[in-house]
C-alpha cells in the first residue's frame, strides 16, 4: 500500500529501458535485451568511436529509425501527470536516451545519458552545443564535422567510461527528495544504480517498480512488482488522488 503524498514531499524519480519496454524499444540486459546482440565495448565506448566511427552511426542510426516508429506509453503518461500535480517538487533523471518521456508531456527532467536524436563534435574540449539531429549516418562519407573545429560528429549519448550528464542537478534533487521513486532499471549501472543509497541517506522513502527485483533491492523500502504501464497510473493516482 502506498502512501498518499503529503504537501511537503519532493518526489525524484528515476527510469531505466524499462520504463519505454511497453513502447516496443528493447531494455538491454533482458532477454532480448539490445546488449545481447552486441558487445558493448564495440559500440558504447569513446575508444569504439574512434576505431570504428562508420559502425558505431550505423547501431545509433538504426536506434534512431526504431525511435521514430514507437510511442509513450501509460508509464510516460502517467510520470507526466505526477508532475503536474508536484510541479517544482517533481523531478526526473532518466537513464534512457529515448524521448518518449517528452513525448508524454514531461518538462522536469534531464537525461543523465544523452539524447539519441542529438549530435554533439567529438572533441571534449570543443564547446559546440548538441543540436537536434534525426538524419541516419550509414557510411563514413555522409558523418558530418563540427563547424567550429573540424572533428568527426558524435552520438550525444554518456558511454562506459565518460562522466553522465547534469550530476550537480540530480545530486542536488537526492539531497532534497522525500520519495525516490525508481522506474525499470535492473540496478547494475553505475551512478544511478547508488541513487537509491543517497536519496536514503536523506531519510527518502525509495520505491521500485518493474516486473523484477533489481540488483540493488535491499536498498528499497517497496518493491512493486509489475510493468510500467500497468503499475504506474494506478500508483499514481494512489500517490496524488
Ligand atoms: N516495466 C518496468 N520495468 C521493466 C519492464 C516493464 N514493462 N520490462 C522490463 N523491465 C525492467 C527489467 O526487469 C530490468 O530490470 O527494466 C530493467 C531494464 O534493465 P536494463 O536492461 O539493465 O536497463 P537499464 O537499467 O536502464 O540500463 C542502464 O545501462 O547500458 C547502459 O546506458 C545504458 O542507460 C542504460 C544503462
Excluded at 136 to 146: F, G, H, K, S, W
Aim: charged residues 20%.
Amino acid at each position: 500500500m502506498i502512501q498518499p503524498l503529503s504537501s511537503h514531499d519532493r518526489v525524484f524519480v528515476l527510469t531505466g529501458a524499462g520504463v519505454s519496454a511497453e513502447s516496443g524499444l528493447p531494455t538491454f540486459r533482458g532477454a532480448d535485451g539490445l546488449w545481447r546482440g552486441y558487445r558493448v565495448q564495440d559500440v558504447a565506448t569513446p575508444e569504439a568511436f574512434r576505431a570504428n566511427p562508420e559502425m558505431i552511426w550505423q547501431f545509433y542510426s538504426e536506434r534512431r529509425k526504431r525511435h521514430a516508429t514507437v510511442m509513450a506509453n501509460a508509464a510516460h503518461f502517467a510520470l507526466a501527470k505526477l508532475e503536474q500535480a508536484l510541479g517544482e517538487r517533481f523531478f526526473l533523471c532518466t537513464q534512457n536516451v529515448d524521448s518518449l518521456h517528452e513525448q508524454a508531456g514531461s518538462q522536469r527532467l534531464v537525461h543523465m545519458h544523452g539524447r539519441l536524436m542529438q549530435t554533439r563534435c567529438s572533441r571534449e574540449s570543443c564547446r559546440t552545443k548538441p543540436f537536434a539531429d534525426e538524419r541516419l549516418y550509414m557510411q563514413r562519407a555522409e558523418i558530418p564535422t563540427c563547424p567550429q573545429c573540424g572533428a568527426m560528429m558524435r552520438p550525444h549519448v554518456c558511454w562506459f567510461g565518460e562522466v553522465p550528464y547534469s550530476m550537480d542537478r540530480i545530486f542536488e534533487q537526492l539531497r532534497i527528495c522525500s520519495v525516490l521513486l525508481t522506474v525499470g532499471t535492473s540496478g547494475v549501472v553505475e551512478p544511478a544504480a547508488s541513487f537509491v543509497r543517497m536519496a536514503r541517506m536523506n531519510r527518502a522513502k525509495a520505491i521500485y517498480v518493474g516486473p523484477e527485483e533489481p540488483a540493488n533491492r535491499a536498498f528499497f523500502d517497496a518493491v512493486v512488482l509489475g510493468k510500467a504501464g500497468e503499475v504506474l497510473p494506478g500508483m499514481v493516482k494512489e500517490l496524488v488522488g
